[in-house]
C-alpha cells in the first residue's frame, strides 16, 4: 500500500515521489488528462502513448487528475495543523492521511505506538497489540484503545495481578504447585528445576530464599491430592503473595488442613482466587483462614465447613468479591480491628458453636467496613448477640447497601445489632442500626422466601424479587453480579440488591 503500482492509503497518500491517481500509486512525472463526460467509455491521453476506447466525449467538459501541490509542509510536525481531523497526519511528501502513512507512530507520540487500522489514529495499544501495554498499565482497554491498570488476576496471563497498584506481578516470580507424591516423578520437594512443587511448604520456602518481598504468585495445578495447609510469615517484610488456584475457574483448588491458610505479618498482602478452602479440624474453633497484622485480598474463593469462623482477622484489612463464605460452625467473619470491604458476595448458613460465637459477620474496634452487592442470609446468632451483623468495642460508622440482610427462622436473636452502621437501599429484617427510607424492611421468613438455595456452597439465587427493589446502579457500583451476569449499568436504574442478579 502506497508504493508504485499499488493501492493509495487511505487520505489518497503515496511514497515519496509517487502520486494517488484513480486510487493507485503512479508516477508523480506522469500526466493524465481525462476529456468529456462519457456514455460508457473514456478517451486517455497519457504522456508518450495515445489509448481510444471511444470517441463518444462531450468536449466542453476537462477534468485534471494532475497532482496540485503538497497537502501540508512536513517541517511543521507529522500531526499537522494543515491537516483534516479525518486525516491528521502529514507524510514526508507532504500529503495528508491516517496512521498508515506514517513511518512509525512512536516518531509521532512515543506514548502512541500502535498505528490503529480500524481508526486510522496512533493509540497505545488495540486488540492486534495489546502486548504494547506494560508496567503501571499492563491491560489493554478495548474500547478506547489505553492502556490501564489491571483490575483482575485474569489480566495478567503470566502471573497475578496486584490490585492494590493495578500492576502484574512479575512473570519471572512464577511458582507450579501440583499435590503429589514425589515418587510418581511429576512434582519434587526439592527447591529449584523445572519441576512444579509437590507442596505449599517448598513454594513458601523457595520463596523466602529468592526473596519474599520480590512479589510472587503461585499457581495451583490439578493433582491427585488435595492441597494441605499453607504458613506463611514475612516477620515485618513487606511481600505480595498471590495464590491462584487452576486455570479453569469452574473448577476451584482445594485446601484442607487444621487453618488451611494461615499468615502473618505487617507488609504482607496474600490475595486468594479460585480456591476452596475446607477445614478438617474437628476440636475447638480454629478458622479457615487465619489473617494476623496483613492485608487479605479474596477473590471467586469459597470458604466452607469450619469449625470456627471462615475468616479470623486481627488487625487485619479483609477484602472479598465475588465469594462465598459458608456452613462454618461459628462467625462467616470475625474481625478484630482492621477493616472490612465486600462486594458481590455470600456469608450464608454459618452456625454458632457454643461459647465460640456465630453469626454471619461479627466486628470488634473496626475501623472501616464497607459493604455492598452482599447476600448475608440464614446465619445463627449467639445468644444474645446479631445474628446477622454484630459489633462490638469501639467501631467507626460502616455502610452497608445494596444488600440482603436476614436471619436464621426461629431464633430470638435480633438481625443486626451494630448502632454504628449505617444501611441503605438493601432489604432486612430489622435490627439495630442506622437506617433511612429507602429500606425494605421484612419478616425473617419473608426474605428467605425471595430465594432457592444452590447446595452444597449455600449460595442464594433470587427466586421472587420484590415488587420494587429498594436499590438503584450508581457509577462506581459493580458492572456486573458474583457469576458475570450483567447488572443494569445505567445510573439511577432499579437493580437487584445482593450478589446474585434476578433473571426470569
Avoid at 474 to 503: I, K, L, M, N
Wanted: with cysteine; net charge negative; hydrophobic share 35%.
Amino acid at each position: 500500500m502506497g508504493s508504485l503500482g499499488c493501492a493509495c492509503t487511505r487520505g489518497d497518500a503515496c511514497d515519496p515521489g509517487l502520486t494517488c491517481v484513480a486510487d493507485l500509486c503512479v508516477d508523480v512525472d506522469t500526466t493524465s488528462t481525462s476529456t468529456g463526460t462519457t456514455t460508457g467509455t473514456t478517451t486517455t491521453t497519457t504522456t508518450g502513448e495515445l489509448t481510444t476506447a471511444d470517441p463518444t466525449t462531450d468536449p466542453t467538459s476537462t477534468t485534471t487528475s494532475d497532482s496540485e501541490g503538497a497537502d501540508c509542509d512536513p517541517k511543521e510536525g507529522a500531526l499537522n495543523p494543515a491537516c483534516p481531523d479525518a486525516f491528521p497526519y502529514c507524510s514526508a511528501s507532504g500529503v495528508c492521511g491516517d496512521c498508515t502513512i506514517l513511518v512509525s507512530c512512536a516518531g509521532v507520540d512515543i506514548d502512541k505506538g500502535v498505528c490503529d487500522l480500524d481508526t486510522g489514529a496512533c493509540v497505545q495499544c488495540n486488540a492486534a497489540e495489546a502486548e504494547a501495554c506494560k508496567g503501571d498499565t499492563p491491560v489493554c482497554d478495548l474500547e478506547s484503545n489505553t492502556c490501564v491498570a489491571c483490575t483482575s488476576h485474569a489480566q495478567c496471563v503470566n502471573s497475578a495481578c496486584d490490585l492494590a497498584l493495578g500492576q502484574c506481578l512479575p512473570a519471572s516470580n512464577v511458582i507450579s504447585v501440583l499435590p503429589d507424591d514425589p515418587v510418581n516423578g511429576l512434582c519434587t520437594t526439592s527447591i529449584g528445576g523445572d519441576k512444579p512443587y509437590c507442596n505449599a511448604e517448598v513454594a513458601i520456602q523457595h520463596m523466602h530464599m529468592h526473596g519474599i518481598s520480590k512479589g510472587w504468585t503461585v499457581r495451583l495445578l490439578k493433582g491427585p491430592n488435595v492441597l494441605s495447609t499453607l504458613n506463611l510469615t514475612t516477620a515485618g517484610k513487606p511481600a505480595v503473595v498471590a495464590i491462584i488456584g487452576y486455570d479453569d475457574p469452574t473448577l476451584a483448588a482445594e485446601l484442607q488442613g487444621g487453618v488451611p491458610i494461615d499468615f502473618k505479618g505487617p507488609g504482607l498482602t496474600v490475595y486468594l482466587d479460585n480456591l476452596d478452602i475446607v477445614s478438617t479440624a474437628i476440636l475447638n474453633d480454629p478458622p479457615n483462614v487465619r489473617c494476623d497484622s496483613a492485608t487479605l485480598d479474596l477473590s471467586n474463593t469459597r470458604i466452607r465447613q469450619g469449625v470456627g469462623p471462615g475468616i479470623r482477622g486481627a488487625a487485619c484489612t479483609v477484602n472479598i468479591r465475588d465469594s462465598v463464605i459458608s456452613r462454618n460452625k461459628s462467625e462467616g467473619i470475625e474481625l478484630t480491628g482492621g477493616a472490612l470491604f465486600m462486594r458481590n458476595s455470600f456469608v450464608t448458613e454459618n452456625g454458632q458453636n457454643g461459647i465460640y460465637g456465630g453469626g454471619a459477620i461479627r466486628l470488634q474496634n473496626v475501623s472501616a467496613v464497607d459493604i455492598a452487592y452482599t447476600t448475608l442470609l440464614n446465619n445463627l446468632g449467639a445468644p444474645g448477640k446479631g445474628a446477622t451483623i454484630h459489633c462490638e468495642g469501639n467501631n467507626n460508622v460502616g455502610s452497608v447497601r445494596a444488600s440482603v440482610l436476614g436471619a436464621a427462622v426461629g431464633q430470638e436473636n435480633t438481625s443486626i445489632s451494630c448502632s454504628t452502621l449505617f444501611v441503605e437501599q438493601s432489604i432486612l429484617d430489622g435490627g439495630d442500626f442506622m437506617a433511612d427510607a429507602s429500606n425494605h424492611a421484612m419478616s425473617t421468613s419473608a426474605v428467605l422466601d425471595l430465594f432457592a438455595v444452590d447446595i452444597p456452597y449455600s449460595i442464594y439465587r433470587w427466586k421472587q424479587p420484590p415488587a420494587e427493589s429498594p436499590t438503584t446502579w450508581q457509577s462506581d457500583d459493580p458492572r456486573v453480579d458474583f457469576e458475570g451476569d450483567p447488572r443494569s449499568v445505567t445510573v439511577g436504574a432499579p437493580e437487584s440488591p445482593g450478589a446474585d442478579v434476578y433473571s426470569q
